[in-house]
């Protein structure tokens, strides 16, 4: 069953992560990510649809202005300020209080991004990237979405070993820039370097890599990925049914909250999932 988390944000009330699982939208304003670029890059494009996902039953929204897909040109510090930081602005503008992650690597980016509104850091290098990035988290009294992105993994590493080991750099990085390994939020990171056996057997596995962190909440982010794609062998707007039934696996194994791109038709598998395992209306 789930572990129960209250996790405190500093301008808002706490995100509580338990039997109900929480949906979070994905708001990719760039041009170039694998499944959505170029469709919500603009301010009031990106706005229309955040309203759209909240109206889906989104709990979170996370913004990104950097694409991780593969061969993605890098961007710098300030073209994804300028992508980022008038959303999350605009969005505040409008009266919307849902809690809001800034997904990047860049510490400046989640500075000035949390300055703007946001409320999370969601940082893909798990904090094992830049260094300031735990200090500003820490200043921010700012909880962590760390995720897994070892570039050294291979086609013969044991992914649960690795992933333990990973995470427990990750929250040694937390704690001693003074962030409660409690805040942290531990992401696999499916899709990133990994084998095709490797991100199933991580699905397959993801109650063991909960029970090795039992103060952590845990994130799976599968939306329309790869894993899905190469094992259906379609592209990334038919990954739909695929996503869901990821989703649904992710929760029955323990997973709290749920990274997509499509946020009714996952945020309804979810809630049977959880009448499934807890009996309607007792989430």
Same mark, same amino acid.
């Given at each position: 069953m789930?572990s129960t988390h209250?996790?405190p944000?500093r301008?808002r009330?706490?995100?509580v992560l338990?039997?109900?699982?929480?949906?979070?939208?994905?708001l990719n304003v760039?041009?170039d990510?694998?499944?959505?670029?170029?469709?919500?890059?603009?301010?009031?494009a990106?706005l229309?649809?955040a309203?759209?996902m909240l109206a889906e039953?989104?709990?979170i929204l996370?913004?990104?202005?950097?694409?991780t $897909?593969?061969g993605?040109?890098p961007v *710098?510090v300030?073209?994804?300020?300028? %992508?980022?930081?008038?959303?999350i602005? !605009?969005?505040?503008?409008a009266g919307?209080a849902?809690?809001i992650?800034?997904d990047t690597?860049?510490?400046?980016?989640?500075?000035?991004?949390?300055e703007?509104?946001?409320?999370?850091v969601?940082?893909?290098?798990?904090l094992?990237g830049?260094?300031e990035?735990a200090?500003?988290?820490?200043?921010?009294?700012a909880?962590v979405i760390?995720?897994?992105w070892? $570039?050294?993994?291979t086609a013969a590493t *044991?992914p649960?070993?690795?992933?333990? %080991?990973?995470f427990?750099r990750?929250l !040694?990085i937390?704690e001693?820039a003074?962030?409660d390994a409690?805040?942290?939020?531990l992401?696999?990171?499916?899709g990133?370097?990994?084998?095709?056996?490797?991100n199933?057997g991580?699905l397959?596995?993801?109650?063991d890599?909960?029970?090795?962190?039992?103060k952590?909440?845990?994130?799976v982010?599968?939306?329309?990925?790869?894993?899905i794609g190469r094992l259906?062998?379609n592209?990334?707007h038919?990954?739909?049914?695929g996503?869901?039934a990821?989703?649904?696996?992710?929760y029955?194994?323990?997973?709290h909250i749920?990274r997509v791109?499509?946020?009714?038709p996952?945020?309804?598998?979810?809630r049977?999932?959880?009448?499934t395992l807890y009996?309607?209306?007792?989430?």
């Open positions: 789930h209250s996790i944000l301008h009330p706490p995100l338990g039997p109900r699982a929480l949906v979070m939208g994905i760039t041009p990510s694998f499944s959505d670029g170029g469709r919500h890059d603009r301010v009031d990106a229309a649809h309203r759209l039953g989104a709990d996370d913004i990104g202005g950097e694409s $897909r593969p993605a040109e *710098g300030e073209q994804e300020l300028d %992508r980022v930081v008038p959303v602005e !605009a969005i505040r503008a919307i849902v809690p992650s800034i690597m860049k510490p400046p980016v989640a500075d000035r991004a949390i703007a509104g946001a409320d999370i969601n940082d893909v290098n798990g094992q830049a260094p990035m200090g500003i988290a820490a200043r921010h009294q909880p760390a995720m897994h070892d $570039r050294g993994w *044991g649960l070993p690795a992933m333990v %080991r990973y427990e990750t !040694a937390a001693t003074g962030i409690a805040r942290v939020v992401d696999p990171g499916f990133f370097t990994k084998t095709l056996d490797q199933y991580i397959r596995q993801l109650a890599l909960k029970n090795s962190f039992p952590n909440a845990l994130l982010g599968t939306s329309r990925k790869s894993m259906l062998d592209q990334p038919e990954r739909l049914p996503t869901i990821t989703s649904v696996q992710g029955e194994r323990g997973g749920f791109h499509d946020v009714a996952n945020r309804d598998a979810l049977v999932a959880e009448a009996g309607p209306g007792r989430t």
